[in-house]
């Protein structure tokens, strides 16, 4: 049980475009999803909580604009990359917790965004 | 502010040669602490919860302890299979769903 899939699992793209990441929960709803990024030999940081039916909430220094996050139903949150540029290339890692409170976070297998 | 750091950063066995990783935390009124595992290019997969001092958790190879100030993930004659990074962290204050994670050890057991 648990499990969290994330799509697409590599991206390689233009400068400018924009990317969209999917996170799904396959067999439990999740009203809040989070949203991680991780470098290279580096642990996860936490870029924004997923809610839904509402405004995602962000980390300081993470811009909203340029990272947006839409969690339209108990199951799915996407993120998209806009005007994505070199220095955005990451791995990105979503994850979602059931609903009690106690529960452990589980995670998606992350997304390799390279912008060239 | 919350802290959680994990030592050694890596660390390399031998195939049945036990060890114990650390992850010492300072946080405002603990209500948990995670143990994943991540191997490389995937994300993180969950081990083990513990919720108050004194609480200890096992699986397969891996057991899990938890004291006011630290704990410990020990690895009991590990195989090449258990080589991944281990994280651990702890849920923020006033904010259960959102973790603060250690950097992680990075565990390496050869044949």
């Known amino acids: 049980g648990a499990v969290v899939s994330q799509h697409p699992s590599r991206v390689i793209c233009k400068s400018g475009t924009s990317v969209k990441i999917e996170c799904r929960s396959l067999?439990?709803?999740?009203?809040?999803m989070f949203w991680y990024r991780q470098f290279p030999k580096q642990s996860l940081m936490l870029m924004a909580t997923?809610?839904?039916?509402?405004?995602?909430?962000?980390e300081q220094g993470v811009e909203k604009d340029k990272f947006l996050i839409n969690h339209a139903s108990l199951t799915l949150s996407t993120l998209t990359v806009t005007s994505a540029h070199p220095e955005d290339s990451s791995f990105y890692i979503c994850?979602?917790?059931?609903?009690?409170?106690?529960?452990?976070?589980?995670f998606g297998d992350g997304t390799r965004l390279s912008i060239l | 502010e919350d802290q959680v750091t994990q030592s050694p950063e890596a660390l390399r066995l031998q195939e049945g040669e036990s060890s114990s990783l650390n992850c010492s935390y300072t946080?405002?009124?603990?209500?948990?602490l995670f143990w994943y595992r991540q191997d490389p290019g995937k994300g993180p997969e969950f081990l083990f919860t513990l919720y108050s001092a004194g609480e200890e958790k096992e699986k397969e190879r891996l057991k899990a302890t938890l004291t006011k100030k630290e704990s410990f993930l020990h690895i009991t004659a590990p195989k090449p299979e258990d080589s991944a990074t281990y994280l651990c962290?702890?849920?923020?204050?006033?904010?259960?769903?959102?973790?603060?994670f250690g950097a992680g050890t990075q565990v390496v057991v050869t044949p």
């Open positions: 997923s809610n839904e039916g509402s405004k995602a909430t962000y």
């Open positions: 994850s979602a917790r059931v609903i009690q409170e106690d529960q452990p976070q589980h």
């Open positions: 962290a702890v849920p923020q204050y006033r904010s259960w769903g959102k973790l603060q």
């Open positions: 067999d439990f709803q999740a009203t809040t």
């Open positions: 946080v405002s009124g603990l209500r948990g």
